[in-house]
């Protein structure tokens, strides 16, 4: 019954959503305002189809109901409560039910907190969205629909691929659809400004918002995924250039450019069909991505479906939407004259550049990822390609991207001088410099790392420039540069943590640089050692979790001779799918983490594989500092009493 | 850990189940000299695992993997450089084995394409500012209402 429940809310959100789709924009064009407020109602109508079909699947998981195919395959009645809930999306039609729950979700926040936008431009974005919810709405009901039974009904489900038993599934998808979706509305905003023909500072005004909040959970999900592939493969890797991470790096990228250009849009009035073009390709990327994952055109760990009729469907939809949008910008652009001169040297043309560099990395990372498809295609050759290309290749691109992130902000709007700015930066060269002797002296000549560490604290030491060059300090006395400091708008606030959380999380990779490993067979009593750290292997014995059996070893950490920690790293054997998985053991102080692994065992003696990583952690942790300035930067006052006064407020020319 | 082994269709059809648990390795398999170990690995790195997704040989805890470790060991045990066990390996199994696609037609747009991107982005930049230059689009001079309110706003930010 909750089946056919949950089907019929899916069927009532298709309608809701197609009427949403099509009322507002008739009602925009006609000047029918009963019509054009529909979009509202239609948009909260559909989340809550939308919400309760979920509601109804993630019942059924709890419930272990084995009529239910996607419960049989995916869920076990000994799995823990949690992973029946997350179990919900660790699969296709699941996770794809969850897509669309969350572009329902913003569409009714659209609805909801677009109280500012003019009524018909709000129509118009919403009715794009209908679109979209329509066109993945109709997917998940001809092609996977989480709701099919099957009768009769086995005693218990096969359960769930125990890598994904893990607290990773609970976060990182949710946030990495968010991220996703928020492209999803960027494109709405991008779309109804080309239906009006309009673009101008109140649009970049409207939609950094909405790109802010989209990057910022899109940063947190890669963010949140990278660590999770970090402790549970336990490779001791943090990114793997797999073409699964790529497609999530790619709307990122877009995205990044996105909500630097809307920057100038909204304060200059420039590069503004260049923005529209940019929201158009975020979603496109973004939709590769969805395509990528399910359609299993690519050699990946973590294809989800490989269904080419579901992979041909998603194609038709991102052609659609992609193409639509596309045609419809062909036809309109040239008629949105640019203005808002500015020269090469100014704050705008370092976005440019921003713009530029971000775009060309976007571009290498999608031809890597897809060339083993296009060499096939067009030349008949198998080739691989993996990361040693893309760290060579992406490196000539992200060597300037931060020589210039650090100087751009301090630059004037409309035209400046680059020695001025750069003079600025002497302390942060300074500090690089600093980081680059002290990095040398613990960490040996290891060029690449030693460069990025330099590099790492430049970008930290400019953020903090920046703050204290707007501030006036060394200007003014020090209370008053104080209290300026604190009363600078949140977004200038939240625009230097963002750019010094990409320090620290360089920081973080160039440790990785640094780190150390050893693989030892050993038997109870001996040790292996790195640097000051060292090892004990104590014992290794049997445990058992609700749905597993592990052999668990117990290392003492010595340091310095002296016991410091207890590690224990286990090899879990799941039963149900018959697999193996081994669980990390993780010691952190947030500046560098103590790693060990278990392998297998062999005459009384364990493979044990231990990793020294200096400064790992900051790569998450700088992570959640660029996520923690687009949030801060969410909460200006100037974008939350945004719209309402359209023109006016673009005069203003704020600093930012 | 058996998974791995599993013949290469079979484990394609599995894909839903990621690799699984990361090679740990066997120091038996290991080279006495850490010096040629560490050269060992950083060769590893380069190459695929032919039977998995997109993983090295150096990551992978396939059969085949480490086969292909054992190889490369052995190879430079034998006193070959760097570059000779690569053309060894790559003589064996074609370009595929490399995760470093080699420099051919087949390739070259790939390896060019940070300097292409680049380029036609510069390109583009130029062609829209010669010709926004053409159109000129020079803000209008301020009328004296807003004149008056442009003072009013800089006296509020000056505050």
Known sequence: MIGEAGHFALALGFVLSLALSVLPLWGAARGDAALTEAARPLAHGALLAVASAFGFLVSAYVANDTTVLSVVQNSHSLKPLLYKITGVWGNHEGSMLLWVLILALCAASVAAFGGNLPSAFRARVLAVLGWVLAGFLAFILLTSNPFERVWPPPPDGQGLNPLLQDIGLAIHPPLLYVGYVGTAITYAFAVAALIEGRVDSAWGRWVRPW????????????????????????????????????????????????????????????LKIWSVLLALLAFGLSLLGTFLVRSGVLNSVHAFANDPERGVFILGLLLFYVGGGFLL????????????????????????????????????????????????????????????????????????????????????????????????????????????????????????????????????????????????????????????????????????????GVGVCLLGISGMGFASERIAALSPGQAVAIGAYEWRLEGVRDAAGPNWTSRRATLTVLRHGQPYAVMEPERRFFPIGRQTTTEAAIRTNLLRDLYAVMGEEEGGRAVIRVHYKPLAPLIWIGAIVMALGGFLSLSDRRLRVAGGARRRAAAAGAPA | MRRAALPAALAAALLLAPPGAGAVGNPADMLPDPAQEARARAIGRELRCLVCQNESIEDSNADLARDLRLLVRERIRAGDSD?????????????????????????????????????????????????????????????????????????????
């Open chain 1, 211 to 270: 790109a802010v909040a989209s990057w910022s959970f899109l940063t947190l999900g890669i963010a949140v995924g990278s660590w999770w592939a970090y402790y549970e493969l336990g490779w001791g890797g943090f990114w793997f250039w797999d073409p699964v991470e790529n497609a999530s790096l790619l709307p990122w990228l877009a995205g990044t450019a996105l909500l630097h250009s809307a920057i100038v849009v909204e304060k200059r009035e420039a």
């Open chain 1, 329 to 500: 910008f062909a036809l309109r652009a040239p008629a949105m004259a640019p203005a808002g001169l500015f020269a090469p040297v100014s704050r705008e043309g370092a976005l440019v550049l921003n713009n530029l560099l971000m775009c060309s990395l976007a571009a290498v990372v999608f031809l890597g990822t897809l060339w083993p498809m296009f060499a096939d295609f067009l030349f008949g050759a198998t080739v691989s390609v993996g990361p040693p290309f893309f760290n060579t290749a992406t490196f000539p691109l992200v060597v300037p991207l931060f020589l210039a992130m650090a100087a751009g902000p301090l630059m004037p709007w409309k035209r400046a001088a680059l020695w001025p700015a750069i003079e600025r930066l002497w302390a942060a060269a300074l500090a690089g410099l600093a980081g680059f002797v002290v990095a040398l002296a613990i960490g040996g000549w290891n060029p690449l790392p030693l460069f990025g560490v330099a590099a790492a604290v430049w970008l930290i030491g400019a953020a903090a420039t920046d703050i204290a060059d707007r501030a006036g300090l060394g200007r003014t006395s020090l209370a008053n540069a104080w209290n300026r400091a604190k009363g600078l708008p949140r977004a200038a606030w939240g625009a230097a943590i963002a750019h010094a």
């Open chain 2, 83 to 159: 570059a000779e066990v690569i053309a060894f390996l790559r003589a064996r199994y074609g370009d595929f084995v490399l995760l470093r696609p080699p420099f051919t037609a087949a390739t070259a747009a790939l390896w060019l394409s940070p300097a292409l991107a680049l380029a036609g982005g510069v390109l583009a930049i130029w062609l829209v500012r010669r010709r926004g230059g053409a159109a000129p689009a020079a803000p209008a001079p301020l009328s004296p209402e807003e004149q008056a309110r442009l003072a009013a706003l800089e006296g509020e930010a000056r505050r």
